[in-house]
């Protein structure tokens, strides 16, 4: 698969070309600490299907953001891991993490009487 080049209204938009969606950020935060392999990736994301999983994957890997090793053992064994152009994204992740641990918080704090929009 070759990525396609396309235009972008904004540099936003091209951002989350790539990591936009449900799943691949938190693919992407899951990859942070090193290497996974499939069925770890599915046990970390248990809402995500296996069909969905190799979509996003696929998708990752096309846009230069992961590297998918594949070896010659029966059963076959696929690893994946962060490109450098991968790790570049680690700020924006972990800033992605912290923001939604605070939203949690403000969330569960919230009560009837005070809105969670202010």
Known sequence: MKATIRQYGCSVEATLEIIGGKWKGVLL????????????LKRLCPGITQRMLTLQLRELEVDGVIHR????????KV???LTSFGRSLEPI????CDWGTQHIERMSHATD???AAT
């Open 69 to 76: 090793e594949v070896y010659a053992v029966v059963p076959p």
């Open 29 to 40: 935060y899951h990859l942070l600490p090193g290497t996974r392999r499939f069925n770890e």
């Open 113 to 115: 009487g005070e809105s």
């Open 93 to 96: 992740l972990v800033l992605m």
């Open 79 to 81: 690893e994946y891991s």
